[in-house]
């Protein structure tokens, strides 16, 4: 399902190279798999994922998803690939002028959905995150756990092959970070590739396989 085939990432400063987010990486994330991606912050997770998604490119080797080389996408392809995949950032990112419904419909909306059948898809959803109940309910109504269990939802609605989770957890307690994990686990369950950085222990401790990565490195899981 993903593959990153001697991966490298290096970022300009004006004329001058910078130093490498992502340096020799080769790795194969298979369909279904529920991989969590550990390391430090500013190890190179953050870069991995938007390499998945196609926002960064590398500036050497393959990123392979779902059979098609992401680098040789022409700009107009990236949106088809998007399609299959569901990204949920640190920050939830909902807009704050509309109700957690009409946040979760977005994606589907933006692709071409009617919305009596995204209405219902984004209801199937939150009740698969534990907030059906708070549809109606606008985002700051909501607890930080909750805000972030809606970014699941949303990012699920279009019913995904891949769902990509950057550090979901991150500034949340420990019930409310459950909740998210245990949303994504049931995702999971039924068949979706899974892939969830990291930087907390206790993320880690029920983890079946573990990719880490040091300064831009793999370090171990790779395999």
Not at 122 to 144: F, H, I, Q, T, W
Not at 145 to 152: C, I, L, M, S, T
Not at 154 to 165: G, K, M
Not at 191 to 201: A, P, R
């Given at each position: 399902?993903?593959?990153?085939?001697?991966?490298?990432?290096?970022?300009?400063?004006g004329?001058?190279?910078?130093?490498?987010?992502?340096?020799?990486?080769?790795?194969?994330?298979?369909?279904?798999?529920?991989v969590?991606?550990?390391?430090?912050?500013?190890?190179?997770?953050?870069?991995?994922?938007?390499?998945?998604?196609?926002v960064?490119?590398?500036?050497?080797?393959?990123?392979?998803?779902s059979?098609?080389?992401?680098?040789?996408?022409?700009?107009?392809?990236?949106?088809?690939l998007?399609?299959?995949?569901?990204?949920?950032?640190?920050?939830q990112?909902?807009?704050?002028?509309?109700?957690?419904?009409?946040n979760?419909?977005?994606?589907?909306?933006?692709?071409?959905a009617?919305?009596?059948?995204a209405?219902?898809?984004?209801?199937?959803?939150?009740?698969?995150?534990?907030?059906?109940?708070?549809?109606?309910?606008?985002?700051?109504?909501?607890?930080?756990?909750?805000?972030?269990?809606?970014?699941?939802?949303?990012?699920?609605?279009?019913?995904?092959?891949?769902?990509?989770?950057?550090?979901?957890?991150?500034?949340?307690?420990?019930?409310a970070?459950?909740?998210?994990?245990?949303?994504?686990r049931?995702?999971?369950?039924?068949?979706?590739t899974?892939?969830?950085?990291?930087?907390?222990?206790?993320?880690?401790?029920?983890?079946?396989?573990?990719?880490?990565?040091?300064?831009?490195?793999?370090?171990?899981?790779?395999?």
């Amino acid at each position: 399902m993903i593959a990153f085939q001697s991966v490298s990432k290096q970022y300009t400063h004006g004329d001058a190279q910078g130093s490498y987010a992502l340096h020799d990486v080769t790795l194969a994330i298979g369909k279904g798999e529920l991989v969590y991606l550990a390391g430090p912050s500013g190890a190179g997770k953050s870069t991995l994922m938007k390499m998945v998604a196609g926002v960064e490119r590398p500036t050497s080797g393959k990123v392979i998803v779902s059979g098609h080389d992401v680098g040789r996408i022409k700009p107009a392809g990236i949106p088809f690939l998007r399609r299959n995949i569901g990204i949920i950032f640190q920050q939830q990112r909902l807009l704050n002028d509309r109700n957690i419904l009409a946040n979760t419909m977005l994606p589907m909306l933006v692709t071409g959905a009617r919305t009596a059948e995204a209405e219902q898809r984004a209801r199937a959803a939150l009740d698969k995150v534990g907030l059906l109940d708070r549809a109606r309910a606008m985002p700051l109504e909501l607890s930080g756990g909750e805000q972030q269990r809606v970014a699941v939802a949303r990012a699920i609605v279009n019913r995904p092959q891949i769902i990509l989770a950057d550090e979901p957890t991150a500034n949340l307690d420990r019930v409310a970070a459950d909740k998210v994990l245990d949303a994504l686990r049931s995702f999971h369950a039924v068949g979706v590739t899974c892939v969830i950085s990291t930087h907390d222990d206790y993320v880690l401790e029920r983890a079946e396989r573990v990719i880490r990565l040091e300064n831009g490195q793999l370090v171990g899981g790779a395999a």
